[in-house]
């Protein structure tokens, strides 16, 4: 059964600028190997939510390198899954952080920026961590940034991505047909022993 918490964005936020200008040991950085910036944005939306999803494939999580979700450290399928587009709708209705494009008026704190080149590709994930003076504010890696306004990014187009909140998988435990049958928890737990 799926249970729903709010996303901490005080959190995310706090985990951005704690680690915008270096690198928390947990984690591999990737940039030079295809950049740091969607895994830096996925470890800030985990610092928010404490969740994650490990369906192979169609999942967001991280282990190790060699064992990670695609969708953590790739621009694409981070909105995929976040979003819940394409192969990714089946996952988006399940455990973990799950969000929606909208516009900048919709964009809060703790939320996501991607931005595209010329052609449309989207290259670079960055999480915002406030607003001052009319201008969005925003955290990276790869090219490292703590409150750097969005505004002095080039870039041809951008999406926003509101996080939601985040889903939970809590266990059926049959409680009520227990407590119905008369069969207490520790009762039927030495029976299924």
């Not at 709708?89 to 494009?101: C, F, R, S, T």
Request: a negative charge; glycine letters at 8%.
């Amino acid at each position: 059964m799926l249970v729903y918490k709010e996303y901490n964005r005080a959190r995310a936020v706090e985990y951005a600028r704690r680690w915008a200008l270096s690198r928390n040991p947990l984690f591999t950085n990737f940039a030079g190997r295809g950049g740091d910036c969607t895994s830096f944005v996925s470890q800030c939306i985990y610092a928010g939510s404490c969740q994650m999803n490990f369906t192979p494939d169609f999942g967001w999580y991280y282990i190790n390198e060699n064992d990670r979700a695609p969708a953590w450290s790739s621009v694409e399928y981070f909105y995929d899954f976040m979003t819940g587009r394409r192969d990714f709708m089946q996952m988006n209705g399940g455990i973990g952080p799950y969000g929606i494009e909208v516009d900048s008026t919709g964009a809060i704190e703790g939320d996501v920026v991607q931005l595209a080149d010329e052609t449309g590709d989207f290259y670079h994930t960055l999480i915002i961590s406030g607003f001052s003076e009319g201008q969005t504010l925003v955290c990276a890696h790869t090219n490292d940034a703590l409150d750097k306004p969005l505004s002095t990014y080039n870039f041809s187009s951008l999406r926003y991505i509101h996080i939601e909140g985040v889903r939970l998988e809590v266990m059926d435990d049959n409680c009520f047909s227990d407590l119905l049958e008369g069969i207490s928890l520790s009762i039927r737990d030495e029976i299924n022993q």
